[in-house]
């Protein structure tokens, strides 16, 4: 099922325009700044800056759904993520990966690609999905994946 239209928000509240993603291949990440899986942050940017130019776009979600480990507001993740893990990949806003007050995005892409055993449920921060350029989902990565083992994978759909 290729990519709905399902409104996004900047981390700074702003709309982010949905057609910006279309023809690209997409790496959607969860993201929280106080989780042992936080130095991937070095790592999704540097797939940004090596296959940004080629149609690649990095997507973090902040959540803080696991351990309590993204509690800081808009701002404060903002700070985090340009000053500790600079990164020039969108940021979304703040927002639940599973239960009812899911993000529409995040229940579609569980729903598109569900992980072990068929269970839709994120299992923890830098959980990762990555889709085709026809917004296919084709893969689902657990959080230890490291970013720069998806290198391959990406490259394949550029």
Known sequence: MPLPTIPLQRLDGSEFPGDALQGK???VVNVASRCGFTPQ???LEALHRQFGEQGLVVLGF?????GHQEPGDAEEIARFCSLDYPVSFPLMAKCEVNGEQAHPFYRWLKQQKPGLLGSEAIKWNF???LLDREGRVVDRFAPQTKPEDLAGAIQGLL
């Open 127 to 129: 959980t990762k999905f």
């Open 25 to 27: 291949v997409l790496l």
């Open 62 to 66: 902040p959540c803080d759904q696991f």
């Open 41 to 43: 942050y070095t790592g």
